[in-house]
């Protein structure tokens, strides 16, 4: 599980969905990004002091309590870009997502906010006779890195094209994390798909244009 990393995945296994946040550069100040970090991991080495309690519980309460401080910047923050809030460029953003649906990955969830936008997928772990044939040659554990590589490539290059700048669009840094259940994986569905209610932009997040859920998983 990462807090937040420039390169993915931090940790993914075959078969298992994940949750990602992609947001747009200098969407949160880096020193209060930095700050956020410090103050995560001094924390996680008091809990590494534990003995009587489980570690991993903790340290995963502590990770979502983190995760929801790092969410609550990107709501919080108003001097930072909201490009996503162009209606030609969230479009952009969502067909782009789609478009890998069902050859790359499987995709379960996603809302595109202002300056960010959480995902929830399941990348397609092919089968090395297949890679073979379609030419595919990198490591299969790297395929999360290809995703977004590619997703944010293109984003990047059609959101410039509609705002006329140049320069970098996504800040290089993402959260990922691995969904280990059916509890976890709704848990990030919801999360993923409240986002906009947690906003307040919306009362029901089905009323959300930028709200996206296939409906074969459960929330």
Not at 81 to 93: G, M, R, T
Request: net charge positive; with cysteine.
């Amino acid at each position: 599980m990462g807090f937040y990393r420039r390169s993915l995945p931090h940790l993914f296994i075959p078969g298992f969905p994940l949750f990602v946040t992609v947001r747009l550069n200098k969407s949160i100040p880096r020193q209060e990004l930095n700050d956020l970090h410090t103050s995560f991991l001094n924390q996680k080495k008091v809990i590494q002091k534990e003995s009587n309690i489980s570690i991993k519980k903790l340290e995963a309460e502590l990770q979502r309590q983190f995760f929801k401080k790092y969410d609550s910047l990107l709501h919080q923050n108003c001097t930072g870009p909201h490009w996503l809030i162009n209606d030609s460029i969230a479009e952009v953003v969502s067909e782009s997502l789609h478009w890998g649906n069902g050859d790359r990955y499987h995709l379960i969830s996603f809302t595109i906010m202002p300056n960010h936008v959480h995902i929830v997928l399941k990348p397609i772990v092919r089968e090395k006779e297949e890679m073979k044939k379609r030419r595919e040659t990198r490591e299969v554990t790297y395929i999360l890195a290809d995703i977004m590589e590619s997703f944010k490539k293109y984003t990047a290059r059609r959101a410039n094209e509609i705002l006329k700048r140049s320069g970098r669009f996504w800040q290089h840094e993402s959260y990922d994390h691995l969904l280990r259940n059916k509890t976890e994986l709704k848990r990030a569905i919801r999360y993923t798909l409240h986002d906009a209610v947690r906003a307040k932009y919306v009362l029901n997040w089905q009323d959300y244009k930028w709200s996206y859920w296939n409906g074969q998983y459960e929330i």
